[in-house]
């Protein structure tokens, strides 16, 4: 129902508002995509977020009929609770005896030649979030280089992107590809799994493979859309989502940025910051056994009074960072060599030390958005 209404809006001329509720994701238009599994053995690329309203993606299939022959797990394993990196290992589906693939097993993130042979056509659906240094895209180009190469068809379930409504940070220099970063685009790119992969494959990045979008509908970049899963176990909270472009820097720190603690990613200190009233303790929890600085007293600050929408304005910010660096008085040994695979470059490290600020760090970058930003708009499917 929720999409016929509004396909009829559309062919009557109305548009759609950025409201959540007429946001119709690719998952949900079963019309669309099911003809095209029909008398095919099929796999899907997807995790806890690929949700056809109340129901899973893999159980709609299942009680559907589709020839569903494997899943394919990513970082945080099919279910979404593993930690960040943590080894999964393959294993069956309790619900439906489907194999599981774990891309992150400790037998490698690349699906075998066996395992390729088994399917003809893979679905991809995961809830991104709009970031470089999110894996989710990564596993992702990687799936459909590799059914490029056996000749699969792909079919990508899209999703709204959170932080869809701006593109900022710097463009990542190839010479820090990485497993954070595998594309020459900025740290907030502005583009949903679909269009990723569209402009991938436009540009040569990655191998072309016969790739269909299933588009949502409804949606456009300055839509503001409220995750209805927490997309991995430390972004529990739309909040964290938009501060998180920021806060991750952290991890190329020694500082924590609240795993272990009830809000992760909404926060960040060190037990030698200065000045700061607020203070937490990072705990071994689920979704971050480990955590930076367990156990440790941390003076720091909270963000979780920061209004959305002036994180929105505030784009890709390097305030946070600069703040930390100042007032924990490490210099050099604030930085690990995790920093510049988040940030994707090498200057700005360099230029915190130096005391620029921000925006003067902000200006290096911003030509290279502005270049990237019109390559972009040939492959956008959905409006600014």
Not at 234 to 249: E, F, G, R, V
Not at 340 to 352: A, F, N, P, S
Request: with cysteine; proline share 5%.
């Amino acid at each position: 129902m929720k999409t016929l209404i509004i396909t009829l809006l559309a062919l009557l001329g109305i548009s759609c508002t950025a409201a959540e509720a007429q946001i119709v994701v690719g998952a949900e238009q079963v019309e669309r995509y099911l003809p095209s599994l029909d008398g095919r053995r099929v796999a899907v690329l997807a995790n806890h977020t690929a949700m056809v309203g109340e129901t899973h993606l893999v159980d709609m299939l299942v009680a559907k009929g589709v020839n569903l022959v494997g899943i394919v797990s990513p970082e945080h394993g099919f279910r979404g609770t593993a930690d960040a990196g943590e080894k999964v290992a393959s294993s069956v589906d309790s619900r439906t005896g489907v194999p599981i693939w774990s891309l992150y097993s400790a037998k490698g993130r690349r699906l075998t030649d066996e395992q390729m042979a088994a399917f003809d056509v893979m679905v991809v659906d995961m809830q991104d979030v709009g970031l470089r240094f999110y894996t989710y895209y990564i596993t992702m180009i990687d799936v459909i280089n590799r059914c490029a190469d056996f000749g699969r068809k792909v079919i990508i379930l899209d999703r709204p992107n959170p932080n869809g409504m701006y593109v900022d940070g710097p463009v990542l220099d190839m010479r820090y590809k990485s497993g954070v970063g595998a594309l020459p685009i900025p740290v907030v790119h502005g583009l949903t799994m679909g269009e990723i992969a569209v402009m991938a494959i436009g540009e040569g990045w990655i191998k072309k493979a016969d790739t269909e979008v299933i588009t949502c509908l409804g949606y456009t970049h300055q839509s503001r859309y409220t995750l209805p899963v927490s997309p991995s176990p430390n972004l529990k909270s739309q909040h964290a989502i938009y501060l998180y472009p920021s806060i991750c820097l952290f991890e190329g720190t020694a500082c924590s940025l609240g795993r272990g603690t009830d809000a992760p990613f909404e926060m960040y200190g060190h037990p030698q910051m200065q000045g700061c009233s607020y203070s937490f303790t990072p705990r071994s929890v689920a979704g971050a056994k480990n955590p930076p600085l367990k156990d440790q007293l941390c003076y720091g600050v909270d963000l979780r009074g920061v209004d959305d929408e002036a994180i929105i304005r505030n784009g890709f910010n390097l305030e946070y960072i600069i703040d930390a660096y100042n007032r924990t008085g490490l210099g050099e040994k604030f930085f690990t060599p995790f920093f510049e695979k988040l940030v994707g470059v090498d200057y700005i490290r360099t230029m915190i030390m130096e005391g620029k600020s921000a925006a003067q760090i902000r200006a290096r970058w911003q030509q290279d958005v502005e270049h990237f930003k019109l390559l972009r708009a040939k492959y956008l499917l959905y409006k600014e």
